[in-house]
């Protein structure tokens, strides 16, 4: 048996490396395509051309003689095999209108990739080979593409429901009736905007891929799949496909990142599971890039009309806001809670009075569905505060920064008058947790240079000026660690927002930790390891972490809304606090004391006032397998069940701010400068914490300089590869200076917040103001997103009256 | 037909389809999946190995045309259970997180330090511009390169 030795330092904010690298650099790690399944029938979707369309005729007689074609159906073939239709978790209204969709489509297809038909064949290149061999009638419908235009209801995508219109959801926080329109008539200043949140491809670098494992006779099934919700998966896959859920096992094996679009259940995965039981043998599916593209969720999707009113200082009075939320053909599991993320975020990290009137109406359309994307309705309320902000502050011609710094939520009201830490309690009844947005936005304006680049902006920006420096700014604020199961009640969600995990010391001491989250990039084996060794005392070495298995880790809400930390890793916590409560009583025992008098440190049990009399929690394990002296009523084993139910939301906060130089003639933007501190709390491994940071904010970055779901009027998707979207390069991004403030959450007792997200809430808004800023000398005062080369020249070119 | 290519030191001869892509050749006839597909337009890398010492992405040869060719992936640069010091750089500066794009990632910037060992920042996001991730920003993949080319 090998003694686990005393450890002394602390874990908990090193800078540890991954212990999930040496698997993923050398090819070891195993990816749901990479798994050797022998017998294995692929399987390939054919997806409907056409943005909208009946279906007059499927011919499938060909494509079924092609030698190594197992079998080929098409929707109505498989009807019966669906005991519930495709699954939305969030029926945001009772009156939300959700049309019935199968993993096949039946009568019409509603979007260019909607699937038509299924091809079983003994290789991948076979089964898409037959496709080919599939002749399809369509009666060709009109497409919806524009939302104002879908609201309009002229053509009417799901003639069951009778409207586009899937629901308005509303949030109106008066402190007295009609204190909103008072506030604006009021006004000493008022800014209106109309913004658009262009459609979004999350383009994962690892496409979908999916492999279902019968076992014919005993019943039972085993799901790999690239998803970041194996548990949701699992309840979702029983009750579409009316199997025990007992019988189901979902395992996400190696996941190639997700950034939202792997938080779904898709038609995929139900074909697969499906048919491998008809068939008695395994089946799989690989996704290709363009399939991805059409058939995997965008991301964004939204027109935003926001309305700010302001005091003759600045400060702000009201806020409106109308959203169009663009839902695309169906709702998938999550998209109509989308914009709801975002209702709560739409004042940032302002001090606003109750005058707030939100209200969102989302409508289908015939593009690919919309669901959550990094952020998920949080970058979209931040870009409209932030950009609107500028505004204002162009509008009364004072620093962006002096605005928002007479608008902050001050230190202080995060206290009562005693000094206790209430948190500030918002204009909507949430209370955010700590903050301190002065001290980020200083050391961020420190970073920047704020003051030198606005005086080489003065000198620089001249009339005729070939290249000119903008500096934009963003102070965010996110709601994440979702979520409180009661909050989540009240927003008709349809589970909680708990998380489990299991702590158990091994007789020889090392530590499992079996935890409900389900990571694809966030390092979590390394950052869980770290908060287990912290609590209990022990290395991180000798703590292993089991997860993405619903076999191994039954009990879980998997990884969304950075959420894994602030709850799942709060669950960690609370189970190892379990396990030691229950290593007291033995060690208690052994020492022949009182429970209350033994303190717990560095691993070990000792006698208060007599730290000699000690027994290492090592030991403990062992006496507690081996049970041969245990005191009364102590059951054997050193294992703990905690599930974690967080008590608000966690609410990092930050501000990022940017410097460009955009030529005049070219339209290009190039990024000088990004800066983003962050405050997430309490870190466990700021290595893993500034990762997050970077590729958070070129995932903003990004929308606002290059990306956009273009469809043309035929609702076809013109940019469905990786040749025609614009994921940036290395050398279309700048390096990320990244730093910190640490305002620890008080609502959780490791003091943590989470930081998935915040780079992305952050970023977009940080870059258009700074394009803007360097464009405004010129009377450019808005500017929709991509600001590509195109948009900014076209831009440049309509305020100099098309000279 | 018959194609021929050794890889990572080993010599193998596969019957395959004329239209045999050399990714699918090393993932499918070989059995060696760390080379990973993440694209069909050759746009995002992640399928770059080694053929015949230089960086190719293997998304865009048939695995006809690398017939009597000599291939490197990333199974086959660890040495004596030692990882390449490339791989090391990427973990000991976080260069990494899903690990989706990281082979591909990894040969290409073996092979930009070939060409070129003492590169700058902006040489290195130039010479890496052929490979997409989404998960960094880059901003650690660079800083990774650039430790390496330092070893």
């Known amino acids: 048996m090998s003694i686990t030795q005393e450890r002394t330092t602390k874990v908990i904010g090193q800078r540890l490396l991954r212990r999930e690298d040496p698997a993923l650099l050398t090819g070891e790690a195993k990816y749901t395509s990479d798994l050797v399944i022998p ?33 080929v159906y098409t929707g109505k073939d498989l009807h019966a095999t669906w005991v519930a239709p495709m699954p939305c978790a969030w029926p945001v209204t009772p009156d939300m209108k959700n049309p019935v969709h199968y993993p096949l489509a039946l009568e019409k297809v509603c979007y260019v990739g909607d699937g038509v038909a299924a091809v079983l064949a003994a290789s991948d290149a076979v089964a898409r080979d037959a496709l080919d061999a599939i002749d399809v009638t369509y009666e060709p419908l009109k497409a919806v593409t524009d939302l104002e235009e879908a609201l309009a209801d002229k053509t009417i995508i799901h003639e069951a429901i009778g409207t586009n219109k899937s629901y308005t959801w509303n949030l109106k926080v008066e402190s007295a009736e009609g204190a909103v329109d008072q506030a604006f008539k009021n006004a000493a200043y008022t800014v209106s905007k109309r913004y658009v949140q262009q459609r979004l491809l999350p383009m994962a670098m690892e496409p979908r891929a999916v492999a279902a494992v019968p076992q014919p006779f005993g019943g039972d099934i085993t799901l790999y799949s690239a998803t ?55 089946v799989r599916w690989v996704e290709e890039r363009t399939e991805n593209a059409q058939a995997t969720i965008h991301g964004r999707g939204q027109i935003q009309h926001v309305e700010l009113a302001a005091d ?115 204009f909507h009844g949430l209370n955010y947790d700590s903050g301190d947005h002065l001290s980020a936005a200083e050391k961020a304006m420190q970073h920047a240079d704020y003051a030198g680049v606005r005086q080489r902006q003065a000198k620089q920006n001249v009339p005729g000026a070939h290249k000119r420096i903008g500096i934009g ?81 039954p009990l879980g809400l998997d990884t969304y809304g950075s959420r894994s930390l602030a709850v799942g890793g709060l669950a960690i916590a609370g189970a190892c606090d379990k396990v030691i409560d229950k290593a007291r009583k033995i060690a208690a025992h052994q020492l022949e004391c009182a429970a209350e008098d033994l303190e717990f440190a560095n691993g070990m049990f000792s006698v208060k006032g007599s730290p000699d009399k000690a027994v290492p929690i090592a030991a403990i394990a062992f006496a507690a397998f081996t049970a041969h002296n245990l005191p009364d009523g102590v059951e054997p084993n050193l294992e703990a069940q905690y599930t974690h139910d967080p008590k608000n939301f966690s609410w990092p906060f930050g501000t990022h701010i940017c410097i460009v130089e955009v030529d005049t003639e070219t339209g290009k933007v190039d990024v000088l400068k990004y800066v983003a501190v962050d405050d997430c709390g ?54 990320i200076t990244t730093d910190f403030t640490v305002t620890p959450s008080p609502t959780n007792e490791l003091g943590v917040k989470g930081i998935g997200e915040a780079g992305t809430i952050g970023a977009a808004s940080t870059v258009m103001n700074a394009v803007i800023d360097a464009l405004s000398g010129l009377g450019i005062t808005h500017l929709d997103m991509p600001a590509s080369p195109n948009n900014v020249w076209k831009a440049i070119q309509a305020a100099q009256g098309g000279k | 037909m018959k194609v021929s290519i050794t890889i990572n030191g080993s010599r193998q001869s596969h019957d395959v389809e004329p239209r045999t892509l050399l990714v699918h050749y090393i993932r499918e006839h070989a059995k060696l999946t760390g080379t990973n597909i993440g694209c069909d337009t050759s746009s995002c890398g992640a399928c770059t190995v080694h053929l015949d010492g230089e960086a190719a992405k293997s998304c865009t040869i048939l695995a006809a045309q690398a017939d009597g060719g000599n291939v490197t992936t990333i199974e086959g640069l660890a040495k004596n259970g030692e990882m390449h010091p490339m791989q090391k750089a990427f973990m000991e500066n976080h260069g990494l997180q899903c690990g989706y794009c990281t082979p591909g990632m990894v040969m290409a910037a073996i092979g930009l330090l070939n060409e070129n060992p003492n590169p700058t920042d902006e040489q290195v996001r130039h010479g890496l511009e052929g490979n997409l991730c989404r998960c960094t920003g880059y901003h650690n993949i660079v800083k990774s390169v650039l430790a390496a080319a330092k070893k």
């Open chain 1, 39 to 71: 017998g294995a029938l692929h399987l390939a979707v054919l997806r409907s051309p056409y943005a909208h369309a009946r279906i007059k005729s499927i011919d499938v007689a060909d494509a079924k003689e092609m030698p190594g074609v197992v079998a």
């Open chain 1, 312 to 426: 003759k200082n600045g400060k702000l009075t009201a806020l409106r806001v109308r959203l169009i939320g663009d839902m695309g053909a169906y709702l998938q599991l999550v998209t109509p809670g989308v914009p709801l993320l975002g209702a709560f975020l739409y004042a940032g990290v302002y001090d606003l009075p109750q005058a707030y009137d939100f209200s969102c109406t989302s409508v289908f359309t015939t593009m690919t569905p919309t669901d959550a994307y990094r952020g998920a309705g949080r970058p979209e309320a931040t870009y409209a505060i932030e950009v609107a902000m500028d505004a204002l502050a162009r509008k009364i011609g004072i620093d962006p920064y002096e605005l928002r710094k007479r608008n902050y939520i001050k230190k202080e009201q995060y206290f009562d008058d005693k000094g206790n830490q209430t948190g500030y309690t918002a």
């Open chain 1, 473 to 553: 700014m963003t102070s965010y604020f996110e709601m994440c660690g979702l979520a409180p199961s009661r909050v989540l009640a009240s927003l008709n969600y349809g589970a909680g927002g708990w998380e489990s995990a299991t702590v158990r010391v091994l007789p020889t001491s090392k530590v499992q930790v079996v935890t409900g989250t389900s990571p694809h990039g966030q390092g979590h084996e390394t950052s869980w390891a770290m908060i287990a060794a912290e609590k209990l005392g022990v290395s991180p070495d000798d703590v292993d972490v089991l997860h993405s298995d619903t076999a191994i880790a």
């Open chain 1, 682 to 735: 309490q870190q466990i491994n700021p290595l893993i914490v500034e990762g997050q940071v970077h590729g958070g904010v070129v995932q903003g970055l990004a929308q606002a300089l290059y990306e956009e779901a273009v469809y043309d009027s035929d609702g076809n998707l013109k940019t469905s590869n990786l040749a025609e979207y614009l994921v940036p390069a290395a050398c279309d991004v700048p390096p």
């Open chain 1, 228 to 282: 970041q919700i194996p548990h949701i998966l699992k309840v979702m896959t029983a009750i579409t496909i009316g199997i025990p859920e007992h019988q189901v096992r979902v395992v996400a094996p190696a996941v190639g990142g997700g950034f939202g679009s792997k938080l779904n259940v898709y038609a995929e995965e139900l074909l697969c599971v499906a048919l491998s039981r008809k068939h008695g043998a395994p």
